[in-house]
């Protein structure tokens, strides 16, 4: 593992001082009483002197020795966390054995994905009766009679396949796989006709031999080289690009992949802030950039538009726009293929997903609006659906594959077909021991209304758009469960999306606990996805609470503007006020309240927790980055530098300063009786460092109430990643234990 650096010191000729902290104050209306634990005292993690200075200001950190993971010391105390965290839980052993049973009494005993065609295979994926892992399985899409082949299976224990890739002729299959959890992955090539791994060495580089020409060589570790073939095969694209969708800096190269030895072509150069996506349709590339060509529009660096240029033009200067959204409207994506292109649209915060037939007349030189491209939207059963994309490598396919899902509706398959402008349900999945609400034989009138409600312009659908879909049915257990969205108000005015989940029968309002998920970074969606685990807490009363807030993915590029940088405080100011609204609003009772982060979403709920102490009873922080303002002052760790963009450079005063504010590690308040809290790690994390959990738990119970703070436990993982075990089984066994610490930290029997 990659020890942490000694912090560096400002050469500032400032005046050094200690940094100290206020106590911040307990609200009233957050009412969490000092709790005593009937286990033995937690473990006590030693202290070694060590002090930083940046910019003038030096802090203490005595538990900056836990970032040598190599340390014997280290691994005894996660050791003897792990030990005090099993007396913790001891008492709720049979509870957690009850939520997992009931968790496998809601999974089918295999599961199976429903094929999709590529070129002449159909491909597939089977997790078999009793196995952790999905196996990857093809046949030909002309039926032989017995002819299934298994082409990629794991051999047991952790196994992440980031990559898999099959070859233009279907032969050779290429991944790349971790079995450690630290995402040192090792690339495979496997004959699949012979059903053999390549017997050379596994590869964990790739080195250039001296009769190769040098093509491009990315020497900014903000950045990242992306190399990709167009959707049709007929262009490879080099991108370096920075991680982000905002502060993105993109310079794309293209080759002819009929002609990969003529060289590479540069498509744009490097302007800070403006970024290129090829694509390529028989002779015109289609650009996905956030620099609009056209004169009157101005370049406000957010919101993605659509371009195009011939390819013997091929160069950024060249591009004209083709269309770009309406004041209402953000265009998030877009896929390609042989007679249609797909749109991934949000209008007035709502998503959409629409088709447009190909070719398009390039010789119409006037901006487009969507409606005059005649696009066909596609059906979404709820205002509550996710539609996620599917398996769609097949250029020539004209049926688009997607997954749609709710709160309330299990994960279902649905095959648009673009050309007819109907569609049908693939699969949904199995949920067992649950009573549905089954909608069958919807017939054209409730699809025809859905259509219309999803559809951006105001003309009559006709029997010819819906093709009279009376076959359709999926299950729904909107019967069973209640789920909305509300709009809480946040510090500054703007409402902030909370979906709200419960149980019809057994949710009590003002009286059941409540549970508050958020993420608020990097632009990314907060799952709100079908998740049948969770029945095991709404059936016992619990409202689960969802905070999309700034930060994360929102209604449009801005949203995660408004919560990243120098704006990260909005993230958790909204946090706090959805909190808030969930108690004031008499949802749940005051004194039942806990919150769920993961990974960069512990940031979120760690800064929430310490500025307002007694606000949750209990919190689960997962694989938690929460030393922010340390892993962001030392460059050697993996994904430091890329985080700038996302949390600021506190080489930067002003990010140092702003840092400072939130970051959970430094911000614990002196004395204050905190949540119970259960603290997830994984040793072999690359990305967050196991360390930060460590010391978090560490200061939490050096720094706050002692009674309180002995329900204060780590848990981690010795043989897993930043991703978890990931096998099904596996999955269940975890989040039973985190339902069991939720139950037993709310005293849930006293309701």
Not at 113 to 119: F, L, Q, S
């Amino acid at each position: 593992m990659v020890a942490l650096a000694t912090l560096l010191r400002a050469a500032s000729s400032t005046r050094k001082t200690l940094l100290t902290f206020p106590k911040l104050p307990s609200p009233s209306l957050f009412s969490t009483a000092c709790r005593k634990t009937q286990c033995p005292p937690p473990p006590v993690a030693k202290k070694v002197p060590f002090s930083a200075t940046v910019h003038g200001v030096t802090w203490k950190d005595p538990y900056h020795w836990m970032s040598n993971t190599s340390d014997p010391d280290f691994i005894r105390y996660i050791n003897q966390e792990n030990s005090y965290a099993d007396a913790f839980m001891r008492e709720t052993l049979e509870l957690q054995n009850t939520l997992y049973s009931e968790m496998l009494s809601r999974l089918p005993p295999d599961i199976t994905t429903p094929p999709h065609r590529w070129g002449p295979w159909l491909y597939y994926q089977c997790i078999p009766e009793g196995k952790e892992y999905p196996i990857l399985y093809r046949k030909p899409a002309v039926e032989r009679k017995g002819w299934v082949a298994s082409i990629f299976t794991s051999s047991g224990g952790y196994v992440h396949v980031n990559t898999c890739r099959v070859s233009p002729d279907h032969r050779f299959l290429a991944y790349t796989v971790d079995t450690k959890g630290d995402e040192q992955f090792q690339l495979q090539i496997k004959d699949i006709a012979d059903d053999s791994v390549l017997s050379q060495p596994k590869v964990t580089g790739v080195e250039i031999p001296n009769s190769f020409s040098h093509v491009y060589n990315q020497d900014d570790s903000c950045f990242c080289l992306d190399i990709a073939s167009t959707k049709d095969g007929k262009f490879i694209t080099v991108n370096s690009n920075s991680r982000t969708s905002s502060e993105e800096r993109t310079i794309v190269w293209f080759i002819n992949a009929s002609n990969p030895r003529a060289g590479l072509q540069r498509f744009c150069h490097r302007v800070s802030g403006v970024q290129y996506f090829l694509e390529h349709h028989r002779g015109i590339f289609y650009v996905l950039t956030n620099a609009p060509t056209c004169k009157d529009k101005k370049f406000s660096g957010i919101g993605l538009y659509l371009a195009r240029c011939r390819v013997e033009d091929a160069q950024s200067n060249n591009l004209e726009d083709f269309f770009i959204p309406s004041d209402d409207m953000c265009l998030w994506d877009m896929d390609i293929f042989n007679e249609h292109l797909v749109l991934f649209l949000t209008k007035n915060g709502s998503a959409s997903t629409c088709s447009i037939n190909m070719p398009i007349d390039f010789d119409n030189e006037n901006e487009m609006e969507i409606d005059s491209l005649d696009p066909w939207f596609f059906p979404l059963p709820s205002d509550m659906c996710i539609i996620k994309p599917g398996p769609n490598e097949d250029f020539m396919n004209t049926v688009y594959h997607a997954v749609l899902s709710s709160p309330v509706i299990p994960d279902f398959t649905v095959d648009y077909d673009m050309s007819t402008r109907t569609f049908s349900i693939a699969h949904q999945e199995d949920v067992r021991n649950i009573s549905a609400g089954i909608l069958e034989s919807v017939g054209w009138k409730e699809w025809k209304d859905i259509y219309e409600k999803y559809s951006l312009n105001d003309e009559e659908v006709t029997n010819t758009d819906m093709h009279k879909n009376e076959s359709v049915w999926w299950k729904d257990y909107s019967e069973k469960y209640y789920c909305t969205t509300k709009e809480v108000i946040s510090h500054d005015g703007v409402r902030i999306p909370m979906t709200i989940l419960h149980s019809r029968a057994a949710y009590r309002e003002g009286q059941s606990p409540g549970l508050l998920h958020g993420y608020g970074a990097y632009g990314d969606d907060l799952d709100k996805s079908w998740c049948p685990d969770q029945l095991s807490l709404l059936d016992r009363g619990w409202l689960l609470a969802f905070a999309d807030v700034r930060g994360g993915a929102g209604p449009d590029f801005s949203w995660h503007e408004r919560g990243r940088g120098l704006n990260k405080l909005n993230s958790i100011h909204d946090f706090v006020s959805c909190a808030q609204s969930l108690i004031d609003d008499g949802l749940i009772h005051k004194d039942r309240l806990s919150a769920l982060g993961v990974s960069a979403g512990c940031l979120l709920v760690g800064a929430a927790a310490n500025m307002h102490p007694q606000l949750f009873r209990a919190t689960i922080l997962k694989v938690p980055f929460l030393d922010v303002l340390n892993s962001l002052l030392d460059p050697s760790l993996p994904l430091t530098t890329l985080d700038y963009e996302e949390f600021g450079n506190p080489q930067n005063q002003s990010c140092f300063e702003y840092i400072l504010k939130y970051s959970p590690y430094e911000n614990i308040p002196e004395g204050a009786c905190c949540a119970s809290m259960l603290v997830s790690a994984a040793f072999n994390d690359s990305r967050v460092g196991v360390w930060e959990a460590a010391k978090w738990v560490a200061k939490v119970r050096d720094t706050t109430c002692p009674s309180c703070s002995s329900a204060v436990i780590l848990r981690t993982s010795m043989d897993e990643g930043h991703f978890g075990g990931g096998g099904r089984f596996a999955s269940c066994r975890e989040k039973a234990f985190d339902y069991a610490f939720l139950i037993k930290n709310t005293d849930l029997q006293k309701f």
